[in-house]
């Protein structure tokens, strides 16, 4: 997982949003359907407790050889 994430301040609302890209290493096998996220203590897998976690809006089939990325403000956290 990437620890190359940052987050736009905290609205009064509870909203917030990756103000960069996060892009994880390029697939070495299948990852197969991406249907959710988890923002965790840990970088290493299975280590660590979830913070937050959340289905996509558009999940996507990761297959060997893509990059998963999400672009500048493509994922919005809200604290509720």
Do not use: Q
Request: overall charge negative; some cysteine; charged content about 10%.
């Amino acid at each position: 997982a990437p620890a190359n994430a940052t987050w736009n301040e905290v609205s009064t609302g509870g909203a917030t949003f990756n103000s960069s890209a996060i892009t994880f290493n390029t697939c070495t096998a299948d990852w197969g359907y991406v249907s959710g996220v988890a923002l965790m203590t840990s970088l290493t897998h299975g280590a660590g407790k979830i913070l937050f976690h959340g289905a996509l809006t558009t999940p996507r089939i990761v297959t060997n050889e893509d990059t998963f990325r999400f672009s500048a403000g493509d994922l919005d956290i809200t604290l509720t």
